[in-house]
């Protein structure tokens, strides 16, 4: 044991999910705050390429989410900063399959990159992610989940990241 805290890191899918289907920032804006605030206490970050998934580009949807996330104070404390290890994303890379063609590589999306981050600290690092287990899916198909596992980088959903770090309404109170 380390006696540091967990950093866990975040999905895209987090947050997208947290405000579409149960913490949406009109309805839960303490979840929001909650976030900053362990952001800025360095247990929650997002990598850069998964924090860009959901700010999307000049095209995004313009919701509460996205207001949310382009505010300059939410990229201050919850982007990760570190630069990403290219060997730990072709070793991600690679537990998909050695041999992915160039399809199959835009299919992984950012997923590489926010199990790298993982992969250079699992002792210290937990990635988070709403995609559920599917260890028949084989290649591009794989869930982040399960390719945290096959390189032994600790991963849980939501909920479980929730219950650990002690959310709670009121938490500021």
């Known amino acids: 044991m380390t006696g540091r805290p967990t950093l866990y890191l975040l999905d895209a899918n987090v947050l997208i999910d947290a405000h579409n289907k149960y913490y949406g920032a009109d309805m839960v804006p303490e979840f929001w705050g909650w976030v900053l605030h362990?952001?800025?206490?360095?247990?929650?970050?997002?990598p850069l390429e998964t924090f860009e998934e959901v700010r999307g580009g000049a095209d995004a949807k313009r919701d509460l989410l996205n207001e949310w996330i382009c505010r300059d104070d939410v990229a201050e404390v919850l982007v990760?900063?570190?630069?990403?290890?290219?060997?730990?994303?072709?070793?991600?890379?690679?537990?998909?399959?050695?041999?992915?063609?160039?399809?199959?590589?835009?299919?992984?999306?950012?997923?590489?990159?926010l199990v790298a981050y993982g992969l250079v600290d699992p002792s210290?690092?937990?990635?988070?992610?709403?995609?559920?287990?599917?260890?028949?899916?084989?290649?591009?198909?794989?869930?982040?989940?399960?390719?945290?596992?096959?390189?032994?980088?600790?991963?849980?959903?939501?909920?479980?990241?929730?219950?650990r770090l002690g959310f709670r309404t009121g938490w500021a109170a």
Do not use: H, W
Not at 38 to 45: D, L, P, Q, S
Not at 86 to 99: F, K, L, M, R, S
Not at 131 to 140: F, G, L, Y
């Open 38 to 46: 362990c952001a800025a206490n360095g247990v929650i970050a997002m």
């Open 124 to 163: 210290g690092r937990c990635v988070v992610s709403n995609e559920v287990s599917k260890p028949a899916k084989q290649r591009a198909n794989q869930k982040v989940p399960d390719i945290c596992r096959k390189t032994g980088v600790p991963c849980c959903d939501t909920f479980t990241m929730l219950r």
């Open 80 to 113: 990760l900063k570190e630069e990403v290890d290219p060997e730990a994303v072709a070793t991600v890379t690679n537990a998909y399959a050695p041999d992915l063609n160039d399809n199959e590589i835009d299919q992984l999306g950012r997923d590489p990159f």
